[in-house]
């Protein structure tokens, strides 16, 4: 019989991609320390791109792994570390490796709806726990996917309070704004420059013009570049620059009176949990574009911003998905280059344009119905509300994912 006091050793992982992922993994971890965790000793698994954001975190040593991820290297980590479970966050090929190395896995899956039958390689459907997080919408393509998964569990959404809340409600004329870029580092992206070149100086001139006199541009982009960046335009009198640690970057969600970010699901679920403003940059990647269009459908109204036609149209890249995740990818990141590379005079202007528009709704109280040309999102209006409800994506999936993940690999464990 195993002693009480005995340490078990939890391998856990993210995907290399942006930070929504480690996002997970920190509340999920917070979940477990205040819940027995204490017997529990955590090792990560690559995620190099998120570890700042574990930063707080007792994860008590990392390993790189190599890019062909090596079977025998995974399992010589395994077993000179005594690895007895994993919690995986969206990397399904990690997953699989792992269990082939013998490592029960709880996977945590925080984008059914994006799955079509060409991701069903790269997903682990036989996990010992597939944890589902809850979604506004499930296409038919992800339900047709997920019926498949052998021990399925679906939780809300996994996210961390922080500790954090609002003191007090958004000013109407907004002056302090975060401004995040997340998810800028996808492993197919050639030039993960090209979009924060392409939106973060109109966004900055857009907060300057619309009376912002403080903002904080928060995410993974490197300093260099931010400076670059915000010494090429206008920008608001105090403008800082950082990447911040998980429950940081909650504590500035909670006190800032506008958000605008890239509309990566974490994200925008943990600002409706505050109940900030939030406004949902162009997509970057295919569950952006979702993200984005669930965001505006829940508030009520048209909160998000979309590229110019000719960087591409959001409808051939849902088409595209059909066939695979990558595919889409595929015509996403090319037209952003293109973009960046013959037409960011152009798409910077709109991009400027439609922010300014969108800033002047949010201090006009969005009345209902009212949309920037060439950015309207038939459906996501409701007639008749004036007054977006913030917290209403995040109200409708719930927000006991981290407890409930926590729960699942306890029971793994036992």
Not at 82 to 111: T, Y
Not at 133 to 145: D, F, N
Not at 281 to 294: A, C, D, H, T, V
Not at 329 to 353: E, F, N
């Amino acid at each position: 019989m195993r002693a009480k006091a005995e340490t078990r050793t939890v391998a856990v992982a993210g995907v290399e991609f942006g930070w929504g992922s480690s996002g997970k993994l920190s509340a999920v971890l917070s979940a477990l320390r205040g819940t027995g965790g204490d017997r529990l000793r955590f090792i990560g698994l690559a995620s190099g791109l998120g570890r700042s954001v574990l930063a707080e975190q007792p994860v008590e040593r990392w390993f790189d792994l190599p890019d062909t991820r090596s079977e025998a290297e995974l399992r010589r980590i395994v077993q000179a570390q005594r690895v007895e479970a994993a919690l995986v966050v969206l990397d399904g090929g990690l997953a699989k490796a792992l269990r082939a190395c013998g490592v029960p896995v709880v996977f945590v899956d925080s984008l059914p709806f994006l799955w079509t039958d060409g991701d069903r390689p790269d997903l682990p459907l036989d996990a010992e726990v597939y944890c589902a997080q809850r979604c506004v919408e499930l296409p038919r393509q992800g339900a047709r996917v997920l019926a498949d998964v052998h021990q399925l569990r679906w939780v809300d959404a996994v996210i961390a309070d922080g500790g954090v809340s609002r003191s007090t409600a958004p000013t109407r004329y907004p002056r302090r704004a975060l401004l995040n870029l997340g998810g800028l580092r996808a492993p197919r992206l050639a030039d993960w420059a090209g979009y924060p070149r392409l939106v973060l100086p109109p966004a900055l001139e857009a907060l300057t013009a619309s009376g912002i006199t403080e903002v904080h541009i928060a995410g993974n982009l490197p300093a260099w570049l931010a400076a670059q960046l915000v010494d090429s335009c206008a920008h608001p009198a105090t403008t800082t620059v950082g990447a911040l640690p998980h429950e940081d970057f909650l504590r500035r969600l909670a006190e800032c009176d506008v958000l605008l970010t890239s509309p990566g699901l974490t994200t925008l679920l943990e600002a409706g949990q505050l109940g900030t403003p939030t406004l949902c940059l162009p997509p970057q990647n295919l569950s952006q574009i979702f993200n984005g269009r669930f965001h505006s459908r829940a508030v009520g109204t048209d909160v998000r911003l979309r590229w110019p036609a000719e960087v591409f149209d959001e409808d051939e890249v849902l088409a595209l998905r059909t066939h695979g995740v990558g595919k889409a990818l595929d015509l996403i990141y090319g037209g952003i280059a293109r973009a960046a590379d013959l037409g960011r005079h152009r798409t910077a202007t709109a991009v400027r344009q439609g922010l300014v528009e969108k800033l002047k709704r949010l201090a006009d109280g969005f009345g209902a119905g009212a949309s920037a040309p060439g950015n309207s999102d038939p459906g996501s209006s409701v007639p008749g509300s004036s007054v977006p409800d913030w917290t209403a994506m995040t109200r409708s999936v719930g927000t006991a994912g981290a407890a409930q993940v926590a729960d699942a690999l306890r029971r793994l464990m036992v």
